[in-house]
Nanobody
Framework: QVQLVESGGGLVQPGGSLTLSCAAS????????MNWYRQAPGQERDAVAT????????WYAESVKGRFAISRDNAKNTVYLQMNSLKPEDAAVYYC?????????WGQGTQVTVSS
């Protein structure tokens, strides 16, 4: 079965950096685009970044362009989200996501807190 396990969240000061990881299993990782979403309290879950399965093409939400970078390591079945210049408004639970065989799969999420 498809499993996604996020890690790397934590408390960081404004302007700081964090790298999130998502370890995937249960599907042929290299064949699928991978996504990061985030959800702040009382807010909808929003897409943050996507990396394709071909040529590693990427897409970013406007709010994180130039600060976040998504990457993948197909040998490790892992997708990463490098987050730099973090702002208080980046605080949220971050989720890894994949669409496999007509189903959306989500990890359990990892909390990112941005506070001084």
């Amino acid at each position: 079965q498809v499993q996604l396990v996020e890690s790397g969240g934590g408390l960081v000061q404004p302007g700081g950096s964090l790298t999130l990881s998502c370890a995937a299993s249960g599907f042929t990782f290299e064949n699928y685009a991978m996504n990061w979403y985030r959800q702040a309290p009382g807010q909808e879950r929003d897409a943050v970044a996507t990396i394709s399965s071909v040529d590693d093409n990427t897409w970013y939400a406007e709010s994180v362009k130039g600060r976040f970078a998504i990457s993948r390591d197909n040998a490790k079945n892992t997708v990463y989200l490098q987050m730099n210049s973090l702002k208080p408004e980046d605080a949220a639970v971050y989720y890894c996501n994949v669409y496999v065989q007509r189903n959306y799969y989500w990890g359990q999420g990892t909390q990112v807190t941005v506070s001084s």
